[in-house]
Nanobody
Framework: QVQLVESGGGLVQAGGSLRLSCTAS????????MGWFRQAPGKEREFVAG????????LYADSVKGRFTISRVNANDTVYLQMNSLKPEDSAVYYC????????????????WGQGTQVTVSS
């Protein structure tokens, strides 16, 4: 079975930085895209960033371009989300997810999901 475990969430001040990690285990050989989503209270879950496991192609939401960076370490089956210049509106539960095929922003196309990690940015 596939399992995803996120870590790195916490409380930071506006303008600060945080790095999230997502480690995959199990039968993930056909899942070649890893993505980050977030969901704030009262809002729908939204796509943040995605990366191809091989090749390294990336896709970012407009709201995080220039501030967030997604990367991967293949040997550890781990994907990172480096978040800089954090804003209060970035506060949300951040989820890691994986899918087959190309990078897509639609959450319904992602097959496996982690439990999420809370990110809170104070003013």
């Amino acid at each position: 079975q596939v399992q995803l475990v996120e870590s790195g969430g916490g409380l930071v001040q506006a303008g600060g930085s945080l790095r999230l990690s997502c480690t995959a285990s199990g039968r993930t050989f056909s899942m070649n895209v890893m993505g980050w989503f977030r969901q704030a209270p009262g809002k729908e879950r939204e796509f943040v960033a995605g990366i191809m496991w091989s090749g390294g192609n990336t896709l970012y939401a407009d709201s995080v371009k220039g501030r967030f960076t997604i990367s991967r370490v293949n040997a550890n089956d781990t994907v990172y989300l480096q978040m800089n210049s954090l804003k209060p509106e970035d506060s949300a539960v951040y989820y890691c997810a994986i899918k087959q095929g190309a990078i897509m922003a639609s959450e319904r196309l992602y097959e496996y999901w982690g439990q999420g990690t809370q990110v809170t940015v104070s003013s």
